[in-house]
């Protein structure tokens, strides 16, 4: 471990606030007035110098989303939000294009480091050569509606990678985004899908070429800062033939009292051969101990596996946000395409989550595993959603499904809701599930050998989970960690 | 014309659940000949295609013959199902004997006893006939009468497995009998058990292809010729004696010889 | 009209069950749950239980009040298919025909050990028309009630409970018979229901069950419907504490079928296990929605679902458990397994856990897939054929859930039914 992360390490242990991240930047930032209408689109549009046809794709998905209802089949309760009382842009002013890392507004960077985010990459340079434990990491990092920085521009276009926010590449790639963007979720997909495809302001954009491993780990780090702001992110991943690329995303945002809408979609692509591994830790604000405040994360993720061989690995760490709303899904077109989904949820004090995936068969001896874990404290609610759908023409599909919840007291709930839905005779689908509890046994033992209740719990959750927390890249399977501790804290009394 | 199975230039695949356009060929070209009342053996290294032959052979859906013939008394055996293969005589000892969860081992050993006799034209046995001989047969097997009311192969230790396929054997009386390593994790007990099902059995219309690692076995059954695969192909061929020789080198000059 | 049209406007149909209803004595749960549907309509595909299942066939027809057939065709009928089983010769029984009673061959009527009340004015206690669309429909349509009292202490032995659909006409009856039985504590009964029939009918049965204290109950029932029938069902139960329930659902006909069952445990130390086979073929629906509701500690359930599917036949199966926070020790299992025999065929499961407690033992289990191959394989080297080879591993995978029926009438029955007549006792 470097100094620079002992440093990070004892900071997190000082930490008297169990949701660190909820400082708030001061910094002046440019809004668009609250509401959604078309002009606002045409504003938002205008404001990140889109083509004419980008524009007319936002419109499309606004006047779709006019027609819909938000989704009521989720176990999730929140009063009705009110989309009108909403700014649909923020950006902090001063960073109207940054060229460089130089010209980036140093209050913004100074977030940045405090959330633990090395953008400078000299530092990070200076590291890689230093300790080989910690791999080079290219990040984008999003405030509130705008990429502010991408790093690493050099070494990944010296491979041949595109790692760019997605208005850049809107304007560069135009090709490519007319021919991949809302191809895997398409506008009118769902309610926040829609909204998302009318007045996403930012995001990342990835493209490997054909035959390139990716140099390194591509990394966006999400922040929400702005009050009564929505944060609508677009991200668009496309792995050529036999392309390789490891993505990882993180999130936090202010304390605040009121709810805060982030409604983002991600879309996969990964063509012959291709593997896309998504890795995300969720740290949104959840709220304080009452249940007041905390981000309605309503997000809408899915990767296409279009070419033969394919893979798409999706592995998730869900500790934040008031309301989880989140089913990072794969359609596994190609023959023997694989899709894979790893996740633990855990919800503490009045959080909610409904999350899951859903993995639909169509390709020949497609192959996917679905692992879940589910632990559940305080008065909370975590629900287990998964679909598992198999197609007539998938001969040898093959799915293997486990779910596992843990409950912590008797004021939460943990749920599991699968479809399993088979059209197909050669197909093989298995999916099993237990609940249980941590035994007093277990807890007695630790605590006998001197832990701490609370780190005899960690203890056993980390066991719990350990078999997901080995899918995350290593730099993010310790952070994993010491979150999972930090959101039960005060699950026991 | 006295050959009971006449393999001529065998080639086959494996055709595995994920690779169906990518076989990989495991026989490279097996030319063998099992003349009436011979016991042959084939031994060789692993992955050398043993259990590949014996499965080619009885006819597992898993493997696909690509070129050459086994002619089986006269007949084309590869374009038989399994059954007809069962029907026709041919008898294989699984290495791993299949377990079937709710179906009744003697109404199991029944209703093949009986399909086999109907395919050839016999009478199908009575309850009562039909006990008396299975009765008999586990008797000389030690094969408890509890472990004909269970179900077939369900909670049996590897040992007791594999005496109830040499129980089927000895109930079915076949012309051809293939072993494929039914000696493997037996007792010395299980062994001459196994031994001597087999040998009871032997007579001039009686034929059997053993595929053995160790040559203990060898020391109960005595064999007329032991072949060596290797590689999908038979690279030597040799008497009984040969197997004292392999227990004691290896395969490795054999392979050397045939490179 | 697009499907999902068709849908919304379920209307058609129902106004043609509904139509019926112009008497003007009608009482009061019965015009509730009239209004309700009225304002309502039925359960669509929006209806998150309701997304593999529809009623889509409503609008194809319209409904007829079903007409009573005569006792000598009923006995007639029940002569040749029913009492040609000589399980079934000497119970005690209960025989209805499109959903009317038929005293005069309902010998359970001189049975003293329980008491029948036939064509009751009471609705019950349990169901929940506000709730469950079906069990709205069958307070809309009927207002009487069948039902079978055990007092306390009685152990009344088995009781033979025959449905008869019989339709000669073209057109389609509807029929939504009530039953309610009442146990009272440490009694005892066993129940085999026949749902058997011939012609064009839509049966939209309701069952309750008030179980007190240390009772124990067995509930078979069989669901041969007519090729071309509906058969719609909802049953509730509510369980007192020590009781012990041993269901057992097999369904072999009907076009359509949808059977939901709701259980709630209300006393601790409850048993109940609910067993059921689909065999379905050919463009046959078959619908398994269970509810277990665990409200006390310490009490068991066990639900074990087999579908086994040809042609296009497509089986469904829904089942939740429920367990509350202060349901503690409680033991819940799901197991759901199917077997698909055709290209065509289509499973759609939902095993379902919402947990509150945390000192519980859930596990749920699901599998899909086809014969093992290797199994397959292994009885053909024996000899064999393949069809007969088939047969026996779809008995195979039968006979686990067949195993658990301890009572030999009982499993004789279902053999029965399910033409798995066989030759075991061969060794003894």
Redesign the interface.
């Known amino acids: 471990m470097n100094d620079r992360n002992q440093d990070q390490a004892l900071r997190k242990q000082l930490e008297e606030d169990s949701y660190k991240w909820g400082f708030e930047t001061n910094i002046e930032m440019d809004y668009a007035p609250k509401g959604l209408s078309e002009s606002i689109i045409r504003l938002i549009s205008q404001k990140k110098q889109e083509p004419e046809w980008m524009l007319e794709w936002r419109l499309k998905a606004y006047r779709l989303w006019k027609t819909m209802t938000p989704p009521m089949w989720g176990k999730v309760r929140h009063p009705v939000i009110d989309f009108q009382d909403l700014h649909y842009y923020a950006a902090p002013k001063k960073n109207t294009a940054p060229k460089s890392l130089d010209e980036v507004d140093p209050e913004l960077l100074r977030t940045y480091e405090k959330l633990g985010i090395p953008l400078k990459e000299r530092a990070i340079l200076a590291g890689v050569e230093v300790d080989e434990n910690r791999p080079p990491v290219a990040i984008d990092a999003v405030f509130d509606s705008v990429s502010v920085a991408t790093t690493f521009k050099k070494t990944l276009a010296d491979a041949g990678v595109i790692f760019c926010p997605i208005s850049q590449a809107i304007r560069q790639y135009p090709e490519m985004i007319q021919k991949y963007l809302g191809s895997v979720v398409s506008q009118g997909d769902n309610f926040y899908a829609a909204l998302n495809s009318a007045v996403f302001t930012d995001g990342s954009f990835v493209y490997v070429p054909k035959g390139v491993k990716c140099p390194m780990e591509l990394s966006t780090y999400f922040r929400i800062n702005a009050r009564n702001t929505g944060q609508f992110e677009r991200t668009l991943i496309i792995a050529d033939d036999r392309a390789t690329v490891s993505y990882l995303e993180g999130c936090t945002a202010p304390q605040r009292d009121e709810n805060q809408l982030h409604a983002a979609v991600v879309e996969l692509i990964a063509l012959e051969d291709a593997f896309i591994k998504y890795s995300t830790v969720q740290n949104w604000y959840p709220g304080d101990k009452n249940g007041k405040g905390g981000i309605y994360n309503f997000v809408t993720k899915r990767g296409a596996c279009r070419g033969a061989r394919s893979h798409i690995s999706w592995t998730q760490v869900e500790t934040g946000s008031a309301i989880t709303w989140k089913y990072p899904s794969c359609v596994l077109q190609g023959e023997?395409s694989v899709g894979e989904f790893y996740s633990v949820a855990v919800t503490n004090g009045y959080q909610q989550a409904d999350t899951g995936t859903k993995m639909i068969h169509i390709g020949?001896?497609s192959?996917s595993t679905i692992l879940a874990k589910t632990i559940s404290a305080g008065k909370s609610d975590s629900t287990y959603r998964g679909l598992v759908r198999v197609l007539p023409k998938a001969n040898?599909a093959r799915n293997f499904t486990e779910c596992d919840s843990l409950l912590i007291g008797n004021r939460c709930g943990a749920h599991t809701v699968p479809y399993i839905e088979s059209k197909n005779s050669s197909a093989k689908v298995e999916h099993e599930a237990t609940t249980s509890k941590i035994s007093d046994e277990q807890l007695f033992f630790c605590q006998q050998r001197g832990l701490s209740k609370e780190a005899a719990i960690g203890l056993i959750v980390n066991g719990f989970c350990k078999d997901v927390l080995k899918e995350l890249p290593m730099e993010f399977a310790v952070e994993a960690q010491q979150l999972l501790q930090v959101t039960l804290e005060g699950s026991v009394g | 014309m006295n050959n009971l199975l006449e393999i001529k230039d065998l080639h086959a695949s494996v055709i595995e659940?994920?690779l169906?356009n990518n076989q990989k060929e495991i026989l490279k070209g097996i030319n063998l000949n099992i003349p009436k009342g011979e016991i042959h053996v084939i031994m060789g290294p692993n992955g050398s295609g043993k259990s590949t032959l014996s499965y080619v052979l009885?006819?597992?859906?898993?493997y696909c013959v690509t070129q050459g013939s086994a002619i089986f008394k006269g007949k084309d055996l590869l374009s038989m199902?399994?059954?007809q293969?069962?029907?026709a005589g041919l008898?294989?000892a699984?290495q791993t004997?299949?377990?079937?969860?709710?179906?009744?081992n003697?109404?199991?050993l029944?209703?093949?006893?009986n399909?086999?006799r109907v395919?050839r034209g016999e009478s199908e046995l009575n309850?009562v006939d039909?006990?008396k001989l299975v009765r008999e047969k586990a008797k000389t097997l030690s094969f408890s009468?509890d472990m004909?009311?269970r179900?077939v192969n369900v909670g049996f230790s590897g040992g007791e497995k594999k005496r109830n396929e040499v129980l089927?054997m000895s109930l079915?009386q076949p012309s051809f009998a293939i072993l494929d390593e039914t000696d493997s994790g037996l007792d010395i007990d299980a062994l001459r058990i196994v031994a001597e099902g087999v040998n009871s059995l032997r007579s001039p219309d009686f034929s059997a292809l053993i595929i053995t690692h160790h040559q203990r076995l060898l020391d109960y059954i005595k064999p007329n010729y032991i072949h060596v695969l290797a590689k999908g192909r038979i690279i030597y061929t040799g008497g009984a004696e040969l197997s004292n020789q392999l227990e004691s080198e290896g395969y490795g000059r054999l392979l050397e010889e045939a490179l | 009209m697009t499907s999902i049209e068709m849908e919304n406007t379920l209307s058609i149909g129902l106004e043609s069950l509904l139509n019926r209803n112009s008497n003007s004595s009608t009482p009061k749960e019965q015009k509730t749950a009239i209004d309700l549907l009225r304002k309502n309509g039925l359960s669509t595909q929006k209806d998150e239980d309701w997304k593999y299942t529809n009623l889509r066939w409503l609008n194809n027809h319209s409904f007829h009040d079903a007409r009573r057939v005569s006792v000598d065709k009923i006995e007639q009928w029940i002569d040749r298919h029913v009492l040609n089983n000589p399980n079934f010769a000497d119970l005690p029984r209960l025989v209805f025909a499109n959903g009317l009673f038929c005293s005069e061959l309902s010998t359970a009527l001189k049975c003293d050990k329980l008491n029948i009340l036939p064509d009751s004015d009471f609705f019950g206690v349990l169901a929940r028309p506000d709730r469950e669309k079906m069990a709205t429909l069958n307070y809309a349509m009927q207002n009487k009630s069948q039902i079978i009292h055990v007092p306390a202490g009685t152990q009344a032995g088995q009781l033979l409970i025959v449905n008869l659909g019989l339709n000669e006409s073209n057109e389609y009856f509807s029929f939504h018979p009530r039953f309610i039985f009442t146990l009272e504590e440490n009694s005892q009964l066993s129940i085999i229901e026949l749902n058997i029939g011939e012609g064009n009918y839509f049966q939209n049965p309701l069952y309750e069950f008030c179980i007190d204290s240390h009772v124990k109950l067995s509930y078979m029932r069989v669901l041969d419907e007519s090729k071309t029938a509906f058969h719609y069902s909802t049953l509730y139960a509510a369980l007192a504490d020590h009781t012990k329930i041993d269901t057992f659902l097999l369904t072999l006909g009907g076009a359509i079928t949808r059977q939901e069952i709701y259980v709630k445990f209300l006393g601790e130390w409850g048993n109940l296990q609910l067993q059921a086979i689909q065999k379905l073929a050919q463009q046959q629906h078959g619908d398994l929605t269970f509810h277990i509701k665990h409200m006390v500690p310490h009490c068991q359930s066990l639900q074990n679902v087999k579908n086994i599917l040809t042609d296009h036949a497509r089986g469904v199966y829904q089942g939740k458990i429920f367990v509350d926070r202060i349901a503690q020790k409680t033991d819940g299992q799901q197991q759901s397994q199917a077997l698909l025999l055709s290209d065509n065929a289509e499973i759609d499961t939902k095993p379902e856990l919402e947990i509150y407690a945390d000192d519980v033992k859930c596990t749920h289990g699901a599998t899909v897939g086809a014969l093992d191959?290797?199994?397959l394989?292994?009885?053909?080297?024996?000899?064999?054929?393949?069809e007969?080879?088939r047969e026996?591993?779809v008995?195979?995978?039968?006979?686990?859930t067949l195993?658990m029926i301890q009572d030999p009438v009982n499993s004789n029955m279902m053999k029965h039914y399910l033409s798995m007549d066989?030759?075991?006792g061969?060794?003894s």
Do not use: C, W, Y
């Open positions: 023997e020949r001896n192959r040898g | 659940d994920s169906e009885s006819g597992h859906p898993n199902t399994p059954d293969r069962a029907a008898f294989l699984f004997p299949v377990e079937l969860p709710g179906v009744n003697v109404n199991f029944r209703t093949s006893l399909s086999i395919a309850a039909f006990l009468m004909l009311k179900n089927q079915l | 191959k290797e199994q394989f292994f009885l053909m080297a024996r000899g064999i054929p393949h007969q080879a026996i591993l008995n195979a995978f039968l006979n686990e195993e066989d030759e075991e061969a060794i």
